[in-house]
């Protein structure tokens, strides 16, 4: 009789580097698969779509938003069975070896609270100039889209050029992302990545120029700020979601 499996770091960054990831067919399962979608869901960074309501969200600061403070309920949370998704992917050797990962400083975490009740964010992987979104989750009307608002910023700021979905939904259509053939993702996945393999994971990844995941929190405020330091404001955020590359 054989045990769970138990999932290796250096081997999820690796596949992830080849354009691999891994699922499970339901919370309890013991065992994973490995995906490699023929057609991909990427957000291109300058493509992100921000309606006029979710920006008055994100002005007035409807939610506080951080990075990396709640990595683990985070990712218990879009573990959780809920209303519109009964059953879940994310497993526990998917959970154990993506806290693993955080504790490594590849896996990250974006968290919208409502005072000091968690009620969304996401997570995903960071790799080189790659961002592999990996779930996202809502318990406050629009917590999620105001994550994922909050992660592309944060990805333009520190220098991202891909942010993966995995797959497009209809959901995700409308925040911008597209679906693209998996020879075009090789390509946007191998310039993020750089082309050597000089890592101790074997990923390629110390190749791509380095992308800084928390370079918004060091971000000067503008020109005329009320405050010389402190967090990064809703408006702010909506500022560098508008801006050209």
Do not use: N
Request: net charge negative; with cysteine.
């Amino acid at each position: 009789m054989t045990g769970p499996v138990l999932l290796d770091p250096q081997t999820v960054l690796r596949a992830y580097a080849m354009g691999v990831f891994p699922m499970a067919d339901s919370r309890d399962a013991d065992s994973v698969f490995w995906v490699e979608p023929k057609r991909r869901g990427i957000l291109p960074l300058d493509g992100f779509h921000c309606s006029r309501s979710l920006k008055k969200t994100i002005a007035a600061d409807r939610f506080r938003v951080t990075a990396d403070q709640a990595f683990s309920q985070i990712l218990q949370l879009c573990a959780e069975s809920a209303e519109d998704r009964p059953e879940t992917w994310i497993s526990d050797p998917i959970e154990q070896v993506f806290l693993r990962l955080h504790a490594l400083g590849y896996a990250h975490s974006i968290e919208c609270w409502d005072g000091d009740r968690l009620v969304g964010g996401l997570y995903g992987l960071a790799l080189g100039r790659a961002f592999f979104g990996e779930s996202m989750v809502s318990r406050a009307t629009d917590a999620s889209k105001v994550a994922l608002a909050w992660l592309v910023a944060r990805l333009r700021t520190g220098g991202f050029t891909l942010l993966d979905c995995q797959f497009q939904t209809d959901h995700l259509a409308t925040l911008g992302v597209v679906e693209i053939d998996r020879m075009d993702y090789s390509v946007l996945l191998a310039a993020a990545l750089g082309a050597g393999a000089s890592d101790p994971a074997g990923t390629g990844a110390e190749d791509a120029p380095p992308a800084d995941f928390f370079a918004l929190d060091r971000l000067a405020p503008p020109l005329g700020a009320a405050t010389v330091s402190g967090p990064v404001s809703g408006k702010r955020i909506v500022q560098l979601l508008g801006q050209t590359s």
